[in-house]
């Protein structure tokens, strides 16, 4: 069974966010335990794992997302990544389109292959409720908050705005007060300092009590910052740089309750995952 580690939201190597595929040879998943301990060992952000659907359905492929500690009802770079592998493999043949149609914990999800190299996914938007800024987050954070939004209908992460994008980039939170916060994860973002360098917002994402104490670049973010800045912006279509020494760039198109998110990938490494001694 081969098992491939992508770099998604990137065209360059050993930038963006890393994650593993593995697209199964059976007609649906094995044990979750197995599931995870995979994921475990890959010890990557996210680990996706796809087999093949029926001809027929409304989806091609059903999908599922492992953090290195548990499963995740949405991931957007896994699902990027995902789709890099089956539309540069010969699984591919399965689908015999551009756009491949998954099936996930979250619901039905698309992600279309460009002739350009990139992969745009359609994901539901994620509803921002103000909340007040919860202290604990605050002195983890060690910085001024500006504004804070719960997730809890769809994500379940904290939207938390700062003064401005060096502020962001200097963050050394306290991952440890974030893990015991208990919440799912806490995403920092703050203006861009200079639009013209082709993106309009910056962002950080902390997710400790996941097992990723810093995920370099998060589709699932942008689909509240997508809504977030486009309602401050005034603009349906911007850019969102994530990340702190590793880096990655999405693009987002907010489409009534859709963010359509855009990037590139890339493949690293390609390898064989052995049977099972037991």
């Given at each position: 069974m081969r098992i491939r580690t992508v770099n998604a939201f990137t065209d360059r190597p050993f930038s963006g966010n890393p994650a593993?595929?593995?697209?199964?040879?059976?007609?649906?998943?094995?044990?979750?335990?197995?599931?995870?301990r995979v994921a475990a060992e890959v010890n990557l952000p996210e680990t996706a794992f796809v087999h093949g659907l029926p001809p027929g359905g409304t989806a091609d492929w059903a999908l599922r997302w492992f953090t290195p500690l548990t499963e995740v009802d949405m991931c957007g770079h896994a699902t990027l990544a995902a789709a890099h592998v089956l539309t540069t493999t010969t699984a591919a043949t399965n689908t015999g389109t551009g756009t491949l149609r998954f099936s996930a914990r979250c619901g039905p999800l698309t992600a279309r292959a460009a002739g350009d190299g990139t992969y745009t996914l359609d994901f539901p938007a994620s509803p921002l409720t103000p909340v007040p800024a919860p202290p604990e987050v605050v002195a983890a954070l060690g910085t001024e908050v500006l504004s804070v939004h719960d997730t809890a209908a769809h994500i379940g992460d904290l939207v938390v705005e700062v003064a401005d994008e060096r502020t962001v980039r200097a963050l050394a939170p306290g991952l440890a007060a974030l893990r015991a916060y208990g919440r799912h994860g806490v995403i920092v973002t703050a203006p861009a300092e200079d639009p013209s360098r082709g993106y309009d917002f910056a962002s950080r994402c902390f997710f400790p009590a996941l097992g990723i104490d810093e995920d370099p670049v998060t589709g699932s973010a942008h689909t509240a910052l997508a809504p977030f800045w486009a309602a401050r912006l005034g603009r349906d279509t911007l850019t969102g740089l994530q990340g702190g020494t590793r880096q990655g760039t999405v693009r987002v198109r907010l489409d009534g309750d859709r963010v359509l998110l855009t990037g590139a990938a890339v493949t690293v490494l390609d390898g064989e995952l052995l049977p099972a001694p037991w």
């Open positions: 593993g595929v593995v697209v199964l040879d059976g007609p649906g998943f094995p044990a979750d335990e197995w599931l995870q």
